[in-house]
């Protein structure tokens, strides 16, 4: 649908494929990656194709691949710098301290969550070391899109019986550890302490050992 000012209007062609098994499935934002794929694909034969001017389709491609290249000194009508992201990782991660609290391949709830924090940098610089019940990729997986617990982490909802909540999504998800960033973790801090876990603070983040504590608490 054509949405404008919030509100539904039109429908638009892709509507017309809706219904068909497969292409319902589809996500429009993929058809134009797939497009430059093949675009890219056809190129690359191109420039690789033999003949006497070969060097000049060399030089051409050169020179789109320079073109791509960000201008990391451009601002916008603002004057407000476009590429002026900096994100710094807690001492737990860049120091590698999480080598010695977390096992390899555990799952982690990192607070900040998903798209609010850096999980999927430090998951990069941990070199996959551990598991993430979190992530940022422009989407959340499925059962997160109803999950009560990804909306208050999200901050889209507001709390109920969170303490109930949060055990569930531990449980459900193996969460071994929450890595929270000191100080920035709103209201979680407390669930935690209703939870019954005990609050490490090491590099620059609080860890809460959730294996040890509910595997002790189960029944």
Known sequence: MLNVDGHPTISLPFKLLGGYRLLNEVTPARIGIYTALGTALAAAMWVAAPGIFRWRRWLLGLVAVICLFPNASSVRATGEQIFNETYQSPAFISDGRYRNYLRRGEVILPVPFGPFGSSLLWQAQAQGYFRL??????YYPG????????GQLSGFHSFTDPVSLMRSFLVAHRVGAVVMIAGQGGPWPQVMSQLGLER???GGVWLYDVARTLSASAP
């Open 143 to 150: 059962d997160y899109s109803t999950s009560m617990v990804v």
């Open 200 to 202: 490490i603070t090491v």
């Open 133 to 138: 019940a979190s992530g940022w990729f422009g």
